[in-house]
């Protein structure tokens, strides 16, 4: 598989990246563009935290997979980093095509391209559906949705063990410069040695770094989305941007979910089939937030990874 890394914006000084990956083939036909967001709550994460094998899933169908950063809050506000994904959704269809047939050599549809993400990412890649050439499906893992609910403000029971941070250490997240990727505890396990023991899902919250412990203490206690943006988030909420027109859309989730639970995943695929949209539902017995995180082909929970990213190729037409 080769890749290429670009500069798809640059915001006061600072450059946001995206990866692009594809596999050589001997087929003419175009190659399509599959869009993908990383997860960590808009506060942690990079483009490289997608799992490997959903990109070389993808990159075999035939797609040149895109795998974006966006700018992190809380230095930037949530509204930002929506539009951060908008413009690299844009830059796919319009600049990337240039930029692959002169630096590798090959052909591009952009007509089909697609977006998918994990958590922070499916909320990411829903919000391109309510654009007016919104992408060709979409796929969202586990993502955030009805950002009214009042869910979203509430203590997680699922982080209430965390042990408790100074808010002096907390504080130090905002002497931080604006990031678009960070070395967490999230992507050293994604870039642990191929001969180091294979970890899967989501790991140990590390609150020696402020940025993390800004995160899980925000989470904990309920605020994470309040600290992020102002409002009540009906303005920001994917839920609201869905029609009978909505791009075909595939929802798959854990049932063991404890950061967001499964029922805002069901409660999307019906309200999107209710309205005669194309959507698809996968809800994965006793998996967890992030539970593809680190896997591999041969794990038990890949058949339903697949199967959302086959509804991808079939809906790209590829």
Partial sequence: MQSRDYVFKEVDGVKVEATAFWMPRGSAAPYGIALGF????????????????????????GFVVVSADYRLCPQVSLLEIIQDATDVFEWCKSELPGKLKADGGIDVDPTKTVAFGQSAGGFLA??????????????????????????????LPALVDLPSVSPDF???????????????????????????????????????VPRSAWLYTALKEGTHLGLIHRGTGEDVDPARL????????????????????EEFSVRAYKGLKGMGAV???????????????????????????RRGLDFLVRQAGL
Avoid: C
């Fill in 126 to 155: 829903l919000t391109l559906g309510g654009l007016p050439n919104p992408p060709a499906a979409i796929l969202d893992f586990y993502g955030m949705k009805y950002t009214t609910d009042p869910f979203w403000r509430t203590p």
């Fill in 279 to 305: 959507t698809e539902l996968e809800v994965v017995p006793g998996a967890t937030h992030g539970f593809d995180a680190g896997i591999a082909t041969e794990d038990e929970d890949w058949p339903p990874v």
């Fill in 242 to 261: 869905f029609t009978r027109r909505f791009p075909p859309t595939f929802f798959l989730h854990g049932d063991a979910d404890g950061l967001v639970p």
């Fill in 170 to 208: 907390l504080d130090k997240i905002h002497a931080e410069p604006v990031q678009t990727t960070t070395m967490t505890s999230l992507e050293k396990a994604a870039a642990a040695p191929k001969d180091a023991p294979r970890r899967r899902g989501m790991p140990t919250p590390n609150l020696s």
């Fill in 38 to 61: 990383h997860g960590g709550a808009f506060v942690v994460g990079s483009r490289h935290f997608i799992p490997r094998p959903e990109i070389e899933h993808l990159a075999d169908a």
